[in-house]
């Protein structure tokens, strides 16, 4: 699985863009960026995933260069409950018996 | 998409006690994944639990530790044996991608306490 490195921490302030950067310099051919938010006291939760070029859903955009070597999450208008832990990973998306393995993660905190 | 439910959502134990978490999800799914986040911390795999067979441990984890059974497509439990202040950490169990979906879903995690 590919390393992946993103900020340790980010502050922010309501309706502002945040936008999180991870790099991933291994990553193989096979390998998706996905990434996933951690609210304290729950279990992550699936955000965005993509391939290359632009992702975009109803909570956040991913953009991805032409060589896939990072990646970088962007939140439009972040709100307070936006404030939690990002994760970046990496890696084949394979079938159901794939594990996640997370790295540091980023946290997010947004005031108003 | 996958609903999981697990037991208990919190619990202070004394050291040298066992405890068992449930993880229920209200589909058949292949594999489980117990995960284990310490205070401030990432999540770490602890082990993959895969219906009818023995779970697979990754390094630094141990069966007598942290024995897992997996009876039914549907239910995994966990147990942390001879509890120390340093297992005090919340215990995730999670499921991997469920058809077209391509993400993973989690339980809200079982906070434990070691006293």
């Known amino acids: 699985l590919a390393k992946t490195t993103q900020p340790i921490s980010m502050d922010s302030y309501e309706g502002q863009e945040v936008n999180i950067t991870c790099s991933h310099n291994?990553?193989?051919?096979?390998?998706?960026i996905t990434w996933y938010q951690q609210f304290p006291s729950q279990g992550p939760r699936f955000i965005i995933q993509g391939y290359k070029t632009k992702v975009t859903n109803e909570v956040a955009s991913l953009f991805i260069p032409a060589d896939r070597k990072s990646s970088t999450l962007s939140l439009p208008r972040v709100s307070l409950s936006d404030t939690a832990v990002y994760y970046c990973?990496?890696?084949?998306?394979?079938?159901?018996?794939?594990?996640?393995?997370f790295g540091k993660g980023t946290t997010l905190s947004v005031s108003s | 998409s996958a609903v999981i439910s697990q037991k208990p959502s919190r619990d202070i134990c004394q050291r040298g006690t066992s405890l068992t978490i449930q993880c229920q999800v209200d589909?058949?799914?292949?594999?489980m994944f117990w995960y284990r986040q310490q205070p401030g911390q990432s999540l770490t795999l602890i082990a993959t639990?895969?219906?009818?067979?023995?779970?697979?441990?990754e390094s630094g984890f141990v069966i007598d530790k942290f024995p897992i059974s997996r009876p039914n497509l549907t239910f995994s439990t966990l147990t942390v044996s001879n509890m120390s202040p340093e297992d005090s950490s919340i215990y995730l169990c999670?499921?991997?991608?469920?058809?077209?979906?391509?993400?993973?879903?989690f339980g809200q995690g079982t906070r434990l306490t070691v006293v």
């Open positions: 999670s499921v991997g991608k469920q058809g077209l979906n391509t993400e993973a879903f």
């Open positions: 589909s058949q799914v292949t594999m």
């Open positions: 291994n990553i193989a051919t096979n390998d998706y």
């Open positions: 639990a895969n219906q009818g067979s023995e779970a697979t441990y």
């Open positions: 990973l990496v890696g084949d998306v394979g079938g159901p018996g794939t594990a996640l393995i």
